[in-house]
């Protein structure tokens, strides 16, 4: 009778599978990510907030994973914010932006209009006071090195500082700083898929290696480009054919993730097709080829998804 109850004892003590969804960024991209997040919310029956446990997110996906973590927003609520209303007040172009120059003496956007959106949904709340664990990963530009914010290791920090930071993509925006004082750009220049980030806070905040983790992409950049034409390039050039695009499109930490994490890990990410690479674009024709890959991820990904989330 005594093993039975230590093995009930001991079967009761071990440790529940815990979810994390992790975003990355990409601009007006990270639509498609919400728009396949609407569809698991419906197919499912329950919302993001109660699929997950832990909410992981660069730049864009920074805001994403806030909003789903801070207090339950669903997927469709959350569209609202990628709204032609809310892009342009997010995107509100700066005084010196010359869209005839290549070369931009300032940054496209002034950071007055994001802060705005995000103070009406957030207020002067602090990570401590999200409902679920939230990380978010940025830049520290002065000490050149990448910070890590969450519910649980900074909880002190605001919400807004935390996205702001996270988001401060290097030529759309301008460098962030804190209220702290430290000087923070866009977490994607270290890795704009967060996975294994993801992976590694959970392990420590759950005490547990019983992770699974929904990796969900912008799109790639798959455009061939000419390796002697690029030979000749300098930094206007390089700028020209999207170095930045380059760098968060890099897929090593998607494929470090899958050799780590093995099946616990799933990504939902396509190559862009015809959608504009820049980050920016907002123009009708434009979203609603982002809102068509994300339809088009659920047809491909929609039914391994809900068995993948299965405990």
Not at 111 to 121: C, D, Y
Not at 236 to 259: P, Q, T
Request: aromatic share 10%.
């Amino acid at each position: 009778m005594n093993n039975f109850f230590n093995i009930f004892k001991k079967s009761s003590q071990q440790p529940k599978l815990k979810k994390v969804l992790s975003l990355d960024g990409g601009g007006v991209r990270a639509i498609a990510g919400i728009v396949f997040l609407k569809k698991l919310e419906a197919e499912s029956g329950k919302k993001i907030f109660d699929s997950f446990d832990m909410f992981v997110g660069t730049s864009a996906g920074a805001f994403n994973a806030a909003c789903l973590a801070y207090d339950g927003m669903q997927a469709s609520e959350l569209k609202k914010y990628w709204s032609r209303e809310y892009l342009e007040r997010i995107m509100k172009t700066s005084f010196f932006w010359d869209k005839a120059s290549l070369i931009q003496a300032r940054p496209r956007y002034e950071s007055e209009g994001r802060i705005g959106v995000l103070n009406e949904i957030f207020s002067k709340d602090l990570l401590g006071e999200v409902k679920k664990p939230l990380v978010t990963l940025a830049y520290d530009v002065e000490n050149r090195s990448h910070v890590i914010h969450s519910n649980f290791s900074s909880p002190e920090i605001s919400i807004i500082d935390a996205v702001c930071a996270s988001s401060a993509a290097p030529m759309y925006f301008p460098t962030y700083q804190m209220a702290n004082g430290l000087w923070m750009i866009d977490g994607g220049v270290v890795t704009n898929n967060p996975s294994m980030i993801g992976f590694a806070q959970a392990k420590e905040y759950f005490k547990t290696d019983k992770i699974k983790i929904l990796s969900i992409g912008a799109g790639l950049n798959k455009k061939k480009i000419n390796g002697e034409t690029s030979s000749v390039w300098g930094g206007v050039g390089w700028l020209r054919n999207d170095i930045m695009g380059m760098m968060l499109d890099s897929e090593i930490h998607h494929d470090i993730a899958e050799d780590i994490i093995g099946d616990s890990y799933l990504r939902i990410n396509s190559p862009l097709g015809d959608i504009n690479k820049i980050l920016d674009d907002s123009s009708d024709l434009n979203l609603e080829k982002i809102h068509l890959m994300g339809m088009n991820w659920w047809s491909e990904f929609g039914e391994q998804t809900l068995e993948f989330l299965k405990d």
